[in-house]
């Protein structure tokens, strides 16, 4: 039987099997971000992964999905995406158990990841409850900040010391931590950026997301790229998906701060609704366990359906 599907654009299948397993179904796959492949490899192997742990669950098997240029690229390239993804997913305890290849003009990478979870313990994006603190594990604006490196605008070697360790980090010590609580939602933050994931999981929740920019954390350099003209593919498109909901800003804030806002994130961190008290606790026991950048980011409120930026 079909527990999750579509309907609130959540970020895996869920099909239950027994009273006692479900089984999470999803498959995600990138362009490369950054050139070194294996970078690559590992970002887009923990960018797969983290749906199943978005949704409560455990990852079990995984099978490389990957479009690689054969004719014109050496086949050393892709040896190394692919020991970078094989080295994610035996650090989530997980097997790779195969996988298709298909040749293509340019390099996309991903995986389509199995896992369990009990389904009396599915955690999907749709379930948020008024009451309940927002807690975001990862900063935003690395979206911008690979644009910015490809162009030569931003140094490679801050890319590799202060963003890609964590944003090729996987989400499993996060979910795991998270789930000794009281967790009405979680979803990761991705492509549609900060707003379109929290608006996602408002509408499916029916209710309002409130959000203190002051308390947002960002990769550092991401707001100078956008002060400098860098940008993204995405920022467009997410803007006027967000424009579907009601959005409200009642502080000042640049063009480039918003901005931020709409930064497509790879690989990004969970963001996690649960009651508020619990919510505070459980950003200390994060940064206990070395998750040093999850910070409470907002609530959630019983009105429309929305966001508002304070």
């Known amino acids: 039987m079909l527990l999750v599907g579509i309907e609130t654009s959540d970020d ?6 027994s009273d006692e397993i479900a089984m999470i179904n999803t498959v ?88 369990v979870v009990h389904p009396d313990r599915i955690i999907t994006n749709a379930n ?7 807690v975001l594990t990862k ?8 644009n910015a490196t490809r162009a030569r605008k931003f140094p490679l070697v801050e890319l590799e010391r202060e963003v890609l360790p964590l944003v090729a980090s996987l ?5 795991e931590k998270a789930l000794k609580y009281d967790l009405n939602a979680c979803t990761d933050v991705t492509g549609f950026g900060l707003l379109g994931h ?3 999981v408002a509408a499916g929740s029916g209710v309002h997301t409130i959000v203190n920019y002051e308390a947002l954390p960002f990769y550092s350099g991401a707001y100078e790229m956008y002060k400098k003209g860098q940008t993204t593919g995405s920022n467009g ?8 909901f009601a959005l409200n800003i009642e502080r000042s804030l640049s063009k480039f701060q918003e901005e931020l806002l709409y930064d497509p994130q790879t690989s990004g961190g969970l963001l996690l609704s649960l009651p508020l008290k619990q919510a505070k606790t459980l950003v200390k026991d994060l940064n206990a366990a070395g998750i040093n950048e999850a910070v409470l980011i907002g609530e959630v409120v019983d009105e429309a359906v929305g966001v508002t930026l304070q």
């Open 237 to 244: 498109a997410n803007r006027e998906l967000v424009a579907r």
């Open 28 to 115: 995600d796959f990138i362009t490369p971000p950054v050139d070194d492949p294996y970078w690559f490899g590992q970002i887009s192997a923990a960018n797969s992964i983290s749906d199943v742990y978005s949704m409560g669950g455990k990852p079990l098997t995984a099978l490389n999905v990957v479009m690689f240029p054969a004719g014109h690229m050496d086949m050393g390239v892709l040896k190394e995406i692919l020991r970078g993804g094989n080295d994610k997913v035996i650090e989530a305890g997980a097997c790779l158990v195969g996988g298709h290849t298909v040749d293509d003009n340019e390099p996309k990478y991903g995986l389509c990841v199995n896992g």
């Open 171 to 175: 989400n499993g010590l996060a979910i």
């Open 198 to 200: 929290l608006l996602e």
């Open 128 to 134: 948020a409850k008024p009451g309940d603190g927002l």
């Open 139 to 146: 900063p935003l604006g690395s979206g911008v900040l690979f």
């Open 12 to 17: 895996a299948a869920v099909y239950k099997m």
